[in-house]
């Protein structure tokens, strides 16, 4: 993303060109942002991606518009089976529906339930 990050818990940092703010959501320690980049719908996730959120990130994702739908991972510092779920839920519910669906940017522990889970395979990079 240009190597700018939006969070929702910090203000509005209003977009740079070619980025736009579409949305965003916090709970605990978790954010999501959905920007524009270059024309592609991303949705950032950071923090912690756990049975709290994980049912609204799924549909946040489904309702997003555009294809493909990309989502990034770069941000978060945690991920559990809730999230893992929500998450391959998504990637079926917009698949299905002729869309492309990219995961990005998994790191650290993140990274690692993925690999575990035999999941590493959906990441986009």
Do not use: C, Y
Not at 8 to 34: C, K, T
Not at 51 to 69: E, K
Not at 109 to 116: P, Q, S, Y
């Amino acid at each position: 993303m240009n190597g700018r990050t939006l969070r929702s818990d910090q203000g509005p940092p209003w977009a740079s060109e070619g980025e736009s703010r579409a949305g965003a959501e916090m709970a605990n320690d978790f954010a999501f942002d959905v920007v524009d980049v270059a024309g592609v719908r991303v949705m950032a996730l950071h923090g912690q991606l756990d049975l709290v959120n994980a049912d609204r990130v799924r549909d946040a994702i489904v309702q997003m518009d555009g294809s493909p739908v990309v989502v990034d991972l770069k941000g978060l510092w945690f991920l559990d089976s809730s999230g893992i779920a929500a998450l391959l839920e998504a990637r079926r519910t917009v698949t299905e529906a002729g869309r492309e669906f990219q995961l990005r940017g998994a790191q650290g522990i993140v990274l690692r339930a993925l690999e575990v889970t035999g999941l590493a395979h959906l990441l986009s990079d």
